[in-house]
């Protein structure tokens, strides 16, 4: 009987390892194997022609010299556009979702429905009708500026805020829905025993649900903002020249101009500075109740 219970013992040990391996193998052919990879073609230097490139590892620290100095401009103004659109996301998605939450009753489940309908559209799609909507003329262009709040050359396509618009808009659902979960879970009750206290409803947010929903904030606010700085598309096909990001950048160096390290060059360094503002911010958060 000892050894049949030591055995099951083992076992029970083995198991969640067991039950990991697909998952670690996947990570580790998907993911750990293509960064090193990128990493190596980072220092590596390029030679051959246009048509066929070839690489040589040499430790080529100056690629990444290169991104800084040539798209410091692209790596600033990218970071700037997804905090602008993380912002905007939260300053949207926090009022959508405490109605859903607290307010919505038996039509919970027809909005969560309506919020995530747009979705099912692949994500070119829907950049390509915010293009048609935001053309020059549009309805939305001329009625802006029939309103005065445009000038009479005024346009919104290939502007900086029409990239961020689509940023909004493609990336929002990753925000409304982390933030539903978080508000979600607040028992109602605390929000009574606030008023009991005789607090105000601003006090109850800020003293109640603001702090109780911080890892919904949290969670929503790395999903928006980590996509967000690598796109590419809304820059491309909503922006110009003027408003390209470091996604661009790198998806031109890569299939264009073939400077495969300069682009993987860029690729880590980009992924180095999402990490740290991530590891920053979830410290400043915390992570402890994260959804």
Request: charged share 10%; hydrophobic share 50%.
């Amino acid at each position: 009987m000892a050894g049949v219970a030591t055995s099951s013992r083992q076992r029970s040990k083995v198991a969640p390892y067991l039950m990991i391996l697909p998952a670690l193998v996947y990570l580790g052919i998907f993911f750990v194997v293509p960064f090193f990879s990128l990493a190596r073609t980072s220092l590596s230097s390029s030679g051959g022609s246009v048509y066929l490139p070839t690489l040589t590892f040499d430790w080529s620290i100056g690629n990444y010299a290169k991104a800084f100095s040539t798209y410091s401009e692209q790596i600033l103004r990218s970071f700037g556009y997804a905090l602008t659109a993380t912002v905007v996301c939260a300053l949207l998605a926090f009022p959508l979702a405490y109605v859903i939450a607290f307010k919505a009753g038996r039509y919970k489940n027809l909005l969560l429905g309506l919020v995530i309908l747009p979705f099912f559209v692949t994500f070119l799609i829907r950049t390509l009708a915010w293009k048609t909507i935001l053309a020059d003329d549009g309805w939305v262009v001329s009625t802006l500026g029939s309103l005065g709040l445009l000038p009479s050359e005024g346009r919104l396509l290939s502007t900086s805020w029409a990239v961020i618009g689509g940023l909004v808009y493609n990336w929002i659902i990753f925000m409304i829905l982390p933030l539903y979960v978080s508000l979600e879970k607040i028992d109602p009750r605390l929000i009574e025993a606030s008023k009991d206290l005789y607090s105000t409803n601003r006090r109850s947010f800020t003293k109640v649900i603001l702090p109780l929903s911080m890892p919904g904030v949290l969670a929503g606010s790395m999903l928006v903002f980590i996509p967000a700085v690598g796109d590419f598309i809304n820059a491309d096909y909503l922006g110009s020249t003027q408003t390209s990001m470091i996604g661009n950048v790198i998806q031109k160096q890569f299939l264009v101009v073939k400077d495969y390290p300069v682009a993987a060059a860029l690729s880590m360094v980009l992924m180095a500075i999402i990490l740290v503002g991530v590891l920053l911010y979830t410290r400043a958060l915390g992570t402890e109740d994260l959804v």
